[in-house]
């Protein structure tokens, strides 16, 4: 089996400043790999040892050309993947769901073959949950989100799919694309061998045009970002008496009103 793990690669919140008109500063933010995709790479890892063990996993991304970052390069073929796949191209910097889709629906036809596709549930940025959708639909495979396990029986996938009140048993035919929530699995902690070894893992770049696709113009337009202003403590103080706890609890529901 060949089994692909998609990540979007997104700036370090930590490293992400406001500037004095509340714009957002990126300039310092190293290009890291989205936090819930880091699931998804983990839990794509573990259904290929312990539930098809000899098969391949492939990592792949798009985005902009700064996320050809050797650090984030490496801290993904470190968690298990056996290659890398990425579409670098400006065109893609601050693309939308069906932007990003649809290149990866194109780089996956590049790559040849694949018996399933793991995207992770959200982006740690947007978190719009459409990507994984858009794309089982765009390539016309069977596509299910919310996927919190996955196990290979026989020829079939079986998924279990969190819902709000209860728990779905799925059963997919190959290939197929899912979206994976972050309980499916916890990311690794990279041994240093894991680290040794990504750095002799193959790393295939293309950009828009070795794929032979136009971007299609997004579907929504942003037109401004900036930090919200910090609301002023109103420095109450109560005491622990039952008057004091009263006044508490006043207090609280006019502010949730």
Known sequence: MHIVACF?????????????????????????????????????????????????LSALTVGASEIDDSKMKKNVLSRGPEALYMVADDSLAAADAYQTARALAAALAKIGPFDLVVCGDGSADVYAQQVGIQLGEMLGLPNVNAVRSLALEGDVLVVERGLEDEVETLALTLPAVISVTSDVALPRICSMKEILAAGKKPVTIWGTADLAIEVPAATLEVKDIKAPKPAPRKKEMFDDSDAGIADFAKSISQVLR
């Open 8 to 56: 979007k690669v997104v700036p370090d919140d930590q490293d992400i400043t406001i500037n004095s008109d509340d714009t957002l500063n990126y300039s310092k933010a190293r290009p890291i790999v989205s936090t819930y995709d880091l699931n998804a790479i983990e839990g794509a890892a573990q259904f290929v040892s312990c539930s098809c063990s000899g098969s391949d």
